[in-house]
């Protein structure tokens, strides 16, 4: 389909697969939902054009990797906050970022969250020190952590984020999780506020990053 690229296989194996893949939105057009077996859904009745080429982008995208791990013919939902609802036995995650579409699937049990991210500028820079890092946070990180490591922090975050949503089905802050360690692979965050839906306290999770073409891209996995 013309708006969305060829996808680019980042990981596959042992049921899991992760793809990323550019979008063109200039080249969507509402006819590329019938074109890939979709009806639009009612609630982007209204969206812009961009917000309609970002969803159906996903859908597309999770399909492709879905079917590479053998579940094929699936519609992915939309939960009450616009979360995917993933086949039974899936678990999964979609990111976009200018332009840029990942979905990363599995189905051992795990929670999978995956999050893309563009290098801040000064102006979003600033706005991550003063509502996402905390004074915990500057322990690990400095007083002045760069826009790369701000962006890396806020992007952690996300993917922690979008992992536990499944388990514990509400909103909570980038303040329930504090960084206490960087690296070149990533960095570690420590669950500091209780999630009791969860059953997590304490839990110290890995999140995996890497840097390609101007954004990072971090995942986060929590097993069963």
Known sequence: MAFLAPADLSEQGAGRCFLMARYDVSAYRDTDFAAAGMAMPAFLSRAVPKRRAEFLAGRMLAAQALARIGQVNHVIGRGARGEPLWPVGVRGSLSHSHGTIGAWVGVDGADLGLDIEALADDRAARAIRHSVLTDADSVCLGPDPDAALCTAV???????????YPRVQRFFGFDHAQVVATGPAGLTLRLVKPLPEAGLAGLEIDIDQQWKAGRVISRCEIAP
């Open 154 to 164: 806020f992007s952690a975050k996300e993917a922690l984020y979008k992992a536990l």
